[in-house]
């Protein structure tokens, strides 16, 4: 039998996910439920996170952008604050999914879930993110994402994640027809300096990242990024049109 925990703290659910082997967090239940149906998770301690405000917020400084690892990506697309500061993001978490994974799932569940393959991915690493858990801050860049959901020690929670604010930013999927995930996802920046961030993810290659210096074209990055990614042609095709778009919606405004 597993038992059910509805702690209101953080360190209540920490003590819990700490003193129990066989326990687990679980937020929006979008992908743990599906798994625990199906029995191949052994749990016998469910803890659950949604309680606990401490994993909730999204505020915007000069220069990041902050959001709680338990916020939903409905709220994320819908918020004022992201759609102000960085509406690529609004953008990327409107195309996740359905409603219900949209209402129920949250972001640091994508990420545990599907290190990889989360659209999310794109944007934390293109905007060099840092993770806030709860042993300390983690650069997106240097996290062993291959290791799976196991990135996270036991027992460590996704506090929050901040991410840079660019001067402009343009998120582009292919979407798989049914489940929706990324077949491919880039993220493209513009930083004030003129430079640009490019990351690509997607389902069957490795994630890349990549800095262009002011006035590259971000359309040159093409050839880089499919060696990087290992991308099969189908994919290359795509991506190239992708980066034909990302350079024109990406090009400063002439006043
Ligand atoms: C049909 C379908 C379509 C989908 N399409 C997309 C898509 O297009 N793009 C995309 O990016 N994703 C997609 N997803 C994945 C979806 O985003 C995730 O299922 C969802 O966000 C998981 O979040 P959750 O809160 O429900 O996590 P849960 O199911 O509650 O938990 C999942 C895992 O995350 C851990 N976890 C949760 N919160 C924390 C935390 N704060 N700290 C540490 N660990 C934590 C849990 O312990 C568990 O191991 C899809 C899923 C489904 C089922």
Redesign the pocket.
């Known amino acids: 039998m597993t038992r059910f925990h509805r702690p209101v703290t953080l360190q209540g659910a920490v003590n819990l996910l700490q003193r129990h082997a066989l326990s687990?967090?679980?937020?929006?239940?979008?992908?743990?439920?599906?798994g625990l149906r199906d029995r191949a998770h052994d749990l016998k301690h469910l803890v659950a996170?949604d309680q606990i405000g401490d994993?909730r917020g999204i505020t915007a400084g000069p220069h990041e952008l902050i959001i709680g690892?338990?916020e939903t990506?409905h709220h994320i697309a819908s918020s004022q604050i992201v759609r102000d500061t960085l509406p690529a993001l609004s953008d990327l978490a409107r195309?996740?999914?359905?409603a219900q994974?949209r209402h129920?799932?949250?972001?640091?569940?994508?990420l545990?879930?599907?290190p990889l393959?989360?659209?999310?991915l794109a944007a934390l690493l293109a905007l060099e993110a840092t993770l806030h858990t709860t042993t300390g801050d983690h650069a997106i860049r240097y996290i062993d994402l291959k290791a799976g959901?196991r990135f996270?020690a036991p027992g460590?929670?996704?506090l929050s994640l901040s991410v840079r604010r660019p001067e402009a930013a343009i998120y582009q999927k292919h979407?798989h027809d049914a489940?929706?995930?990324?077949t491919l996802g880039l993220f493209c920046a513009r930083w004030t300096d003129q430079t640009h961030s490019l990351a690509v993810i997607g389902a069957g290659f490795a994630p890349s990242h990549m800095r262009l210096a002011a006035g590259q074209a971000v359309s040159d990055a093409g050839p880089d990024m499919t060696a990087r990614s290992g991308l099969n042609p189908f994919a290359e095709a795509v991506l190239n049109r992708f980066l034909h778009q990302a350079q024109a919606a990406l090009q400063p405004r002439k006043n």
């Open positions: 687990e967090a679980i937020a929006g239940g979008q992908s743990l439920v599906p996170i994993l690892g338990a990506h195309t996740i999914g359905d994974i129920r799932g949250t972001v640091a569940g994508a545990v879930s599907r393959g989360t659209d999310y959901d996270l460590e929670l996704i979407a489940a929706g995930y990324a």
